[in-house]
């Protein structure tokens, strides 16, 4: 296949039309899309957006659950110029507002109704100076504010669609805000294409793979790794608007799905379910995860139960266009769990101190990033980025990690989740990895609490796995049996589930918060 790095998203979704043509791109429980009708139909939809006055650069949001609408809208907004706006669905009417002003999005793309939720009423009350219309996915009557999208997809206006090059602004996507309010990250064409050009080639998706995208559209592991990923490739993708172990199961036995990465959570959730025993998964093949801890019995599991042929983690963060590092699928269960792999192609990594100073070997600091895929900064928001992008180019990602002798990096937590115990430094992540080694243990979380005596102790939230049994006092011996007393929680709470964000993070505010 001819190297697609140098391509811009619109130029992507017309060679992939020549190229696969009458291929099912996307399906969902309604309706297949080809790869030509990807092209046609998202050409149809930018020709009105021309026509409701969009113009090159100016944004445009969308607020939506993982469905082909989402694609179609992404791409029209593309092939004018626009840059996309992704919204959390878990957001509320307030924190959505908040991201259509600062980003000054024209147009949002929402729905009447998904799971109950209004999604443009949670917006009746706010003020939104910058928007000018609003487009239901969903089939409505048209009001004054709110067009049908199907008015859109079925026919063409004889408008010019402009020019777009690879270093023109492809998306604004929105930090999660764990650390103040969300900033709004810029992305370019060339920095999406390229990266997911070298992540979709190097873990082995190919033309024959069905991707289930569990991964939400809103976060760039569901958009970038998904969808524009599965159209590099030529794959069959099966956008997942809700996160079902179940439901994800069946849909796996019946369309013979490869490929599904996920968060460590969602494998989880399939390991425990009775439904594996009954239905066949032999089709998997891909899985790609990552976060701080991972057990390696995990990485075990998804191989030696669920199949896998390639298993990797890797590291990424919005600002570094999602990919930092990542695991060969040639390493051992060990590397992939404890590790996030090396750093990709043209990217640097390195570790610093307080001082700015690099660590030695194996000693954690801050990790810090340089390469084409760091962004060019946070929109509007000239002094966020200063303040993350330094003089020479290296992105301050505000996590925790060592680097071995072979460049392999381990990340230890995020700086603002350290605790200190009576003076040592005490990382959740590394505690949860060593509590999840217990045969009991399904998932662990792990926070800093008050304490008179140390300054701060570590407080452990923990799910058994499914007919196991374990109480404080035996968790808390084995603890000392396994880990530096300065480690061992002092308090353990026993859950049936943990706060997860939408991209399956743990929320440990919330957890802060009980």
Known sequence: M??????????????????????????????TLSFLEL?????????????????????????????????????????VGGVLVPINTRMKGREAAYILNNSESKILFSLNTFLGTDYFKLLENEDL??????????????????????????????????EVIETDMADIIFTSGTTGKPKGVISSHLQNIKVFDYWSTYIG???????????????????????????????????????????IIQIINKEKISMLPGPPTLYQSILTSQLIETMDISSLRLGVTGAASIPI?????????????????????????????????????????????????????????????????????EILVRGYNVTQGYFNNQ????????????????????????????????SKDMFIVGGFNAYPAEIENILCDHPAISQA??????DERMGEVAKAFVILKPNQDLDTE???????????????????????????????????YLLKDK
């Open 39 to 79: 092209d046609k139909l998202s050409t149809n939809i930018a020709t009105h957006l021309i026509d409701l006055n969009i113009l090159p650069g100016d944004r445009v949001a969308i607020w939506a659950p993982n469905m082909n609408e989402w694609v179609l809208a992404a791409i029209a907004i593309h092939k």
């Open 297 to 365: 019995q995990l990485i075990k599991d998804m191989k030696e139960t669920l199949g896998f042929e390639t298993v990797i983690t890797a590291y990424g963060l919005t600002e570094s266009t999602g990919v930092v590092t990542m695991c060969t699928p040639d390493d051992d269960y060990e590397t992939i769990a404890t590790t996030s792999g090396c750093a990709i192609a043209d990217v640097e990594v390195k570790c610093v101190n307080q001082e700015n100073q690099e660590v030695p070997v194996g000693e954690p600091g």
């Open 129 to 162: 100076p910058y928007l000018k219309y609003q487009i239901s996915f969903d089939e409505i009557e048209a009001t004054d504010f709110e067009i049908p999208f199907s008015t859109l997809k079925e026919n063409t206006l004889d408008v010019q669609l402009p």
């Open 445 to 450: 979380a792990v926070i800093g609490i008050e």
């Open 474 to 508: 035996s968790l808390l011996q084995w603890s000392k049996d396994n880990m530096a007393n300065y480690k061992v929680p002092r308090e353990v709470e026993f859950v049936r589930e943990l706060p997860t964000n939408a991209a399956g993070k743990i929320m440990k």
């Open 2 to 31: 001819k190297n697609l790095s140098s391509f811009t998203i619109p130029a992507l979704i017309k060679y992939q039309a020549e190229n696969f043509g009458s291929k099912p791109a996307l399906i969902s429980d309604h309706e």
């Open 205 to 247: 998706l190919n033309e024959n793979d069905r991707y289930l995208i569990v991964n939400p559209f809103f976060h760039t592991f569901g958009y970038k790794a998904g969808w524009l990923a599965s159209v590099m490739r030529g794959v069959t993708a099966y956008p997942c608007p809700i996160f079902d172990a179940e439901k």
């Open 383 to 414: 002094e966020a980025t200063q303040e993350a992008i330094d003089s020479d180019g290296w992105l301050h990602t505000g996590d925790i990690g060592t680097l071995d002798s072979n460049g392999y990096i381990k990340i230890t937590d995020r």
